[in-house]
T-cell receptor, first 114, second 111 residues
Framework: DGGITQSPKYLFRKEGQNVTLSCEQNLNHDAMYWYRQDPGQGLRLIYYSQIVNDFQKGDIAEGYSVSREKKESFPLTVTSAQKNPTAFYLC?????????????FGEGSRLTVL | QKEVEQNSGPLSVPEGAIASLNCTYS??????FFWYRQYSGKSPELIMS????GDKEDGRFTAQLNKASQYVSLLIRDSQPSDSATYLCAVNKAGDDKIIFGKGTRLHILP
């Protein structure tokens, strides 16, 4: 079955540690996105990528980094520079030929900083 | 003014009634509009998209768009307990890669 796989689903981190969240898709989608969701909040865009080896900052990119070495993969690193990293992280994708608003989401990764 | 605004709720609706969810947006050049449903602890899923003024129906769901008033709504007919979720409104502009989400409205269907 085609879809988006995020791992891990739950992650605990000590302050000062970097962590990397995995996102893999087998939908052959061109564009991939990372969003952050806090309780009672909407989705805020961290980074997005429309093509391999290229990505753009979203609205809250500070303290995060990404790479897009393969079409299928778009990992997100939460660095120690991110001041408040505890959140629900969502990866999404869509076909560029389609409207960019029709997103397919992974199941999410819940990061807790201890 | 926030780019996409929704009443956070909760909106309580009796089972079998019509649930009406509203969303306003600030950028007049917005061209595409989406409704996502998100169950607690889960990821969002797209349930409706609308691109032109008027109504678009899909089963029990109807999306309504009024670009002059910068207003988009979602009607859910014959509400079921399984419709209890948070509904996110999303908007994007032509030629813009970003999709802007509202904070969502929590809907509770009363059995």
């Amino acid at each position: 079955d085609g879809g988006i796989t995020q791992s891990p689903k739950y992650l605990f981190r000590k302050e000062g540690q970097n962590v990397t969240l995995s996102c893999e898709q087998n939908l052959n989608h061109d564009a991939m996105y990372w969003y952050r969701q806090d309780p009672g909040q909407g989705l805020r865009l961290i980074y997005y990528s429309q093509i391999v080896n290229d990505f753009q900052k979203g609205d809250i990119a500070e303290g995060y980094s990404v790479s897009r070495e393969k079409k299928e993969s778009f990992p997100l690193t939460v660095t120690s520079a991110q001041k408040n990293p505890t959140a629900f992280y969502l990866c999404a994708s869509n076909r560029l030929a389609a409207n960019t608003g029709e997103l397919f989401f992974g199941e999410g990764s819940r990061l807790t900083v201890l | 003014q926030k780019e996409v605004e929704q009443n956070s709720g909760p909106l309580s609706v009796p089972e079998g009634a019509i649930a009406s969810l509203n969303c306003t947006y600030s950028d007049r050049v917005s061209q595409s509009f989406f409704w996502y449903r998100q169950y607690s602890g889960k990821s969002p899923e797209l349930i409706m998209s609308i691109y032109s003024n008027g109504d678009k129906e899909d089963g029990r769901f109807t999306a309504q768009l009024n670009k002059a008033s910068q207003y988009v709504s979602l009607l859910i007919r014959d509400s079921q307990p399984s419709d209890s979720a948070t509904y996110l409104c999303a908007v994007n502009k032509a030629g813009d890669d970003k999709i802007i989400f509202g904070k969502g409205t929590r809907l509770h269907i009363l059995p």
